[in-house]
Structures are given as C-alpha cells and as structure tokens.
C-alpha cells in the first residue's frame, strides 16, 4: 500500500474502532466484523480502489455517528416528554 494511503487508512480504522465501542450488537461484535473487513482488503495495491475503499469507511462512520446520535435524541425525548 502507498504510504500516503497508509495513513489515512490506520486513521480510518481507528476512528471505527472508537465508534463501535458504543455498537448496539456489542464492542466485540464490531471489532470483529472490523478486522474481518479490512484483513480481506489487505491485498489492494490499487490507490482508487482504496480511496474508494476509504470513502465507503468514511460513510459508515458518518451512518454510525448518526445512529448513536438518534438513540441520544431518543432516550432524551423519552425522558422529558410524553408521548
């Protein structure tokens, strides 16, 4: 893998490995998941490819990120107001 990439890549992993520590299915589960997805993309010499592959980890960062503000939203709705 290109150096430049590789950075990116590492940042990548760990700002998913941050994000699934709150994971409804569990830390386990992700982390798990996580290393499967990029151990099987290991091989990739191809810069478009990976920084095709890097836009897609960055989507379901941003996807995460919005399921655990949702479940915040939701829970302080459930607390202060009635349905």
Excluded: C, H
Aim: proline share 4%; net charge positive.
């Amino acid at each position: 893998m290109a150096n430049p990439l590789r950075a990116e890549v590492v940042r990548l992993y760990k700002n998913l490995l941050y994000l699934g520590r709150e994971y409804p299915k569990g830390a386990d589960y992700f982390r798990d998941r996580l290393r499967a997805a990029f151990t099987k993309n290991k091989s990739v010499q191809d810069p478009e490819q990976i920084k095709a592959m890097i836009a897609r980890g960055e989507f379901v960062a941003r996807e995460l990120e919005a399921l655990y503000y949702l479940r915040k939203y939701r829970a302080m709705k459930k607390r202060y107001y009635e349905d």
